[in-house]
């Protein structure tokens, strides 16, 4: 599954930016989502929706940061309100693939967020 990431940039504390991924070469995808990674920091879930419409967030995020996908999961979302600098971190594209048994989880190459405050 190839992914490819677009929206990461550079904004204020309070701004708005919406991140979005597309996903090709993987049909049988069972989740998609976002993970996120501080400098000096493990990469941890930011939001994730399931293809039976389950949606997990951070609680750092909730109310803030929302997440969607296309119908045909093939393209995911990430509108995230009222950035913080606590959010500035490289954003990763995740997609999980349920053609074989166990699922796989795969990342894109990420793409940057930085937030000044």
């Known amino acids: 599954v190839r992914l490819v990431e677009s929206g990461g940039g550079s904004v204020r504390a309070g701004e708005s930016l919406r991140l979005s991924c597309a996903a090709s070469?993987?049909?049988?995808?069972?989740?998609m989502g976002w993970y996120r990674q501080a400098p000096g920091m493990q990469r941890d879930l930011v939001a994730t929706?399931?293809?039976?419409?389950?949606?997990k967030y951070a609680d750092s995020v909730k109310g803030r940061f929302f997440v969607s996908t296309s119908n045909a999961m093939d393209m995911v979302y990430l509108q995230m309100e009222d950035l913080e600098p606590e959010d500035t971190a490289v954003y990763y594209c995740?997609?999980?693939?349920?053609?074989?048994?166990?699922?796989?989880?795969?990342w894109g190459q990420g793409t940057q967020v930085t937030v000044s405050s």
């Open positions: 995740y997609v999980q693939v349920n053609r074989w048994q166990p699922p796989s989880d795969h």
């Open positions: 929706v399931t293809s039976g419409g389950v949606v």
């Open positions: 070469g993987e049909s049988a995808i069972s989740a």
